[in-house]
T-cell receptor
Framework: DADVTQTPRNRITKTGKRIMLECSQT?????MYWYRQDPGLGLQLIYY???????NKGEISDGYSVSRQAQAKFSLSLESAIPNQTALYFC?????????????FGPGTRLTVL | AQKVTQAQTEISVVEKEDVTLDCVYE???????LFWYKQPPSGELVFLIR??????QNEISGRYSWNFQKSTSSFNFTITASQVVDSAVYFC????????????FGEGTQLTVNP
């Protein structure tokens, strides 16, 4: 089984709808992240969480919110989806507090907002 | 602020050619870490290598090698004798000591290896 899972894998929704993307991990890592990937822009950090009580905004947090329900679960919400939020979304985890720890990525969620 | 630039948007080679993917970074920290990730057509991101700012030794792993030069703020990635399975998007990323484990990614380079 995959260590980092994301649901759903694909989602098509309409402008104005509320959407939640979920991420679960079995790696036992404290740190979790949400990124979005747009063609030609690489991955941009939306939110990150160092533990259940610590949530931080990333580079592009406007229009998004997150919830860390448990060490293993980190959800990303779009309260009112808009077309320019169409992108590939990745959840990632890393161990410990050191900046040298590599991040482990989920398979991604492809979101289309019409 | 930290920044990573991968100037090559797309590269196309023929199988067995050598190819180098460029990565240039900017940081004010003296301690930082550089990473390469591979994103094959299936979409997942796969960690390839990490290098810290105090270790400028080049590294070789099979057909892959990495050249880290602090003098030019570059961390280039070379694939020797490329294969079709090397076709992917490759990302260079930077993590600063002062930013914890936050990663800043470059734009990515799409490598296509043709048979």
């Amino acid at each position: 089984d995959a260590d980092v899972t994301q649901t759903p894998r694909n989602r098509i929704t309409k402008t104005g709808k509320r959407i939640m993307l979920e991420c679960s991990q079995t790696k036992g890592h404290d740190r979790m992240y949400w990124y979005r990937q747009d063609p030609g822009l690489g991955l941009q950090l939306i939110y990150y969480s160092f533990d259940v009580k610590d949530i931080n905004k990333g580079e592009i947090s406007d229009g998004y919110s997150v919830s860390r329900q448990a060490q293993a679960k980190f959800s990303l919400s779009l309260e009112s989806a808009i077309p320019n939020q169409t992108a590939l979304y990745f959840c990632a985890t890393s161990a410990g507090t050191a900046p040298y720890n590599e991040q482990f990525f989920g398979p991604g969620t492809r979101l289309t907002v019409l | 602020a930290q920044k990573v630039t991968q100037a090559q948007t797309e590269i196309s080679v023929v199988e067995k050619e050598d190819v180098t993917l460029d990565c240039v970074y900017e940081t004010r920290d003296t301690t930082y870490y550089l990473f390469w990730y591979k994103q094959p057509p299936s979409g997942e991101l796969v960690f390839l290598i990490r290098r810290n700012s105090f270790d400028e030794q080049n590294e070789i792993s099979g057909r892959y090698s990495w050249n880290f030069q602090k003098s030019t703020s570059s961390f280039n990635f070379t694939i020797t004798a490329s294969q079709v399975v090397d076709s992917a998007v490759y990302f260079c990323a930077l993590s600063e000591e002062t930013s914890g484990s936050r990663l800043t990614f470059g734009e990515g380079t799409q490598l296509t290896v043709n048979p």
